[in-house]
Nanobody
Framework: QVQLVESGGGLAQPGGSLRLSCAAS????????VAWLRQAPGKEREFVAS????????ASANSVKGRFTIFRDNSKNTVYLQMNELKPEDTAVYYC????????????WGQGTPVTVSS
């Protein structure tokens, strides 16, 4: 069993930065790929970025490429999302998720952390 807890969300100005953290309990965390997803008000949840269990391979949505970076520290059981050059359209609740199955569904989810980008 893995429990995920996100933190680091809040209010940022356009062009600003935030770093989200996803802290996991459980000694098997380093066995899982992890993803960040987000859901804006009135919209479907969407993929943001993912990282493999070793931290050697990442993927990100076109909307955040060049602005957001996902990385992990398995010694701290934590995955991070560094968000730079924030835009108002990045406003959403951000979730981390782990252990993706063959259907593309994630088994473990955090509770989410809200990010608001506004001047």
């Amino acid at each position: 069993q893995v429990q995920l807890v996100e933190s680091g969300g809040g209010l940022a100005q356009p062009g600003g930065s935030l770093r989200l953290s996803c802290a996991a309990s459980g000694h098997t965390f380093s066995s899982y790929s992890v993803a960040w997803l987000r859901q804006a008000p009135g919209k479907e949840r969407e993929f943001v970025a993912s990282i493999n269990r070793f931290g050697t391979n990442t993927a990100s949505a076109n909307s955040v490429k060049g602005r957001f970076t996902i990385f992990r520290d398995n010694s701290k059981n934590t995955v991070y999302l560094q968000m730079n050059e924030l835009k108002p359209e990045d406003t959403a609740v951000y979730y981390c998720a782990a252990d993706r199955d063959s259907n593309g569904e994630y088994k473990y989810w955090g509770q989410g952390t809200p990010v608001t980008v506004s001047s």
